[in-house]
C-alpha cells in the first residue's frame, strides 16, 4: 500500500477534461468533463465498458491524443497545450505504453525489440535485465514467432519498461489472452509496479482484475461514476474469469 509523502505525490492532474470527435455533422462526446489525480507508486485500474471513454483518457494521459477542452498536467507540466516536439520527448522520456496488441518487429530477436526503445532513452535500462524482469531471461535471442502470446507481451512490456519511465499506460494488456496467461502478464504489471514504483493505470473492461488495483476508476458515458480504494487488494494469482 501506498503510504509516504513521496509515492504519493502527484503524478497527473486532469481538470474539467472533454474530447469531442467530429464526424461531419455528428459530434461524439468521448469525454465529458473528468477530474482526476493520479499519484506515482500506486497502480490504478480504469473499468468501464467499451465506449466509456477508457482509451481516450489513457490516450490524452499518454500524449497520444488532444483533449478539446480542460487541461492535464504531468508533473505540474500543462501537456494539453505542449507543442509536438515536447509531446514526443514527454512520450519518448516519461510515458511506456502496453497495449492489447504487441507491436512487435517480427524481424528482431527479444533483445533487439527491447534494445529499439533504449537506444533513444535517456536513461535506459539495460535491454536484458528488462527482459530478465519480466521472467525472459533465457528467450533474449527468440524472435516474436518463437514466442507464445503472454511471453510476446511481456516483451511489450520489458520494451515499455525499458526506458525506465514514470508512467506505463496499459490499455487492454490482457484482452488478447486466455486467462491463465493474462494472469501471468497481470503478475508482472504488479510486480514492476511494486519494484520500480512505476505509476501504473490499466484499462480493463474485467471487472475482476480491479481487484488487483489500488484504486479503481469507473467510467460510464465520459464520465467518472465512482472511485473505489481497494483496501485488501488482491494479487493477480487470487484473480478468476
Not at 528482431?108 to 525489440?113: F, I, V
Request: aromatic content about 6%; charged content about 25%; overall charge negative.
Amino acid at each position: 500500500m501506498i503510504n509516504s509523502a513521496e509515492k504519493r505525490s502527484i503524478v497527473f492532474q486532469a481538470r474539467g477534461l472533454t474530447k469531442v470527435y467530429e464526424m461531419g455533422e455528428i459530434k461524439v462526446h468521448a469525454l465529458r468533463g473528468i477530474d482526476l489525480d493520479l499519484f506515482s507508486g500506486e497502480l490504478v485500474v480504469l473499468l468501464g465498458p467499451s465506449g466509456s471513454g477508457k482509451s481516450t483518457l489513457l490516450n490524452i494521459l499518454g500524449g497520444l491524443d488532444t483533449a478539446t477542452t480542460g487541461h492535464v498536467t504531468y508533473r505540474e507540466q500543462d501537456i494539453t497545450s505542449a507543442l509536438d516536439k515536447e509531446l514526443t520527448d514527454y512520450r519518448r522520456f516519461h510515458v511506456g505504453f502496453v497495449f492489447q496488441f504487441y507491436n512487435l518487429i517480427p524481424s528482431l530477436t527479444a533483445l533487439e525489440n527491447v534494445s529499439v526503445v533504449t537506444e533513444i532513452a535517456k536513461a535506459p535500462m539495460d535491454p536484458a535485465e528488462a527482459l530478465r524482469r519480466v521472467g525472459l531471461g533465457e528467450r533474449l535471442e527468440h524472435f516474436p514467432a518463437q514466442l507464445s502470446g503472454g511471453e510476446q507481451q511481456r516483451v511489450a512490456i520489458a520494451r515499455a519498461i525499458a526506458k525506465n519511465p514514470a508512467v506505463l499506460l496499459c490499455d487492454e494488456p490482457t484482452g488478447a489472452l486466455d486467462s491463465a496467461t493474462g494472469i501471468v502478464v497481470l503478475e508482472v504489471l504488479e510486480r514492476i509496479n511494486r519494484e520500480l514504483g512505476t505509476a501504473t493505470v490499466l484499462i480493463t473492461h474485467n471487472a475482476d482484475i480491479a481487484d488487483m488495483a489500488d484504486r479503481v476508476i469507473y467510467l460510464s458515458d465520459g464520465l467518472i461514476s465512482r472511485v473505489r480504494k481497494n483496501e485488501n487488494k488482491k494479487s493477480p494469482s487470487e484473480l478468476h474469469w
